[in-house]
């Protein structure tokens, strides 16, 4: 059993290897920069927390990560259609998303650097929440019954990571063509009826 005086020395330290592995990148990072970062003299004390870089990336995945609180979420939305569901899913996960874009960056340098296994493995550790919101969704009315609820719950995880991703890097006159409310809605109006014309 960890003592807080341990868990405080472990918090540094990847509240260290975070902001450097964030700044510098995963490979750009050494040992010796996080021990340096976390106020230790020498690397010898983080090796008594953590063996390698990678150990501490994957507690910072597992620690940072806003899945669990996503799924809770999702579980208290209210909506008994596709058409009510949708906007207030849309609305309150990009919401924790943006809260969380630090944890973005962590995810990318495990795709980048470990092709993104330890994510999986998070993700498959969270089978029993996806299938319930899978469960869910087959319920509800109003989605389209020739696709596979599967693709359904893809399509909105990339939209939503989509959305948050680009709110963060277009530049401003791009985002001021509409309001944050007018984005939202053409989102979530592609979303339920598609981009073709209709006619």
Same mark, same amino acid.
């Given at each position: 059993m960890a003592t807080p005086k341990g868990e405080q020395a472990v918090d540094a330290i990847m509240e260290a290897a975070e902001t450097l592995f964030l700044s510098q990148g995963f490979n750009g990072t050494s040992m010796r920069d996080i021990a340096r970062q976390a106020g230790y003299k020498s690397v010898a004390g983080i090796y008594n927390h953590f063996p390698d870089k990678e150990t501490i990336l994957i507690a910072l995945l597992? *620690? =940072?990560?806003?899945?669990?609180?996503?799924?809770?979420l999702v579980d208290q939305l209210e909506g008994d259609t596709a058409a009510?569901?949708?906007?207030?899913?849309?609305?309150?996960? *990009? =919401?924790?998303v943006n809260e969380n874009t630090r944890f973005i960056g962590l995810v990318m340098l495990d795709f980048l650097e470990f092709n993104a296994v330890h994510v999986k493995e998070i993700l498959t550790n969270l089978q029993a929440p996806i299938v319930r919101i899978l469960q869910r969704l087959q319920g509800m009315e109003g989605w389209r019954k020739d696709v596979p609820p599967i693709v359904i719950v893809r399509t909105i995880g990339m939209l939503i990571f989509g959305y948050v991703i680009t709110q963060n890097l277009l530049p401003a006159f791009v985002l001021q063509m509409l309001t944050e409310e007018e984005w939202k809605k053409s989102v979530m109006d592609i979303l339920l009826n598609g981009v073709g014309d209709k006619q």
């Open positions: 597992n *620690t =940072r990560s806003p899945y669990p609180r996503i799924f809770a009510e569901f949708i906007p207030n899913l849309f609305q309150a996960v *990009t =919401r924790l």
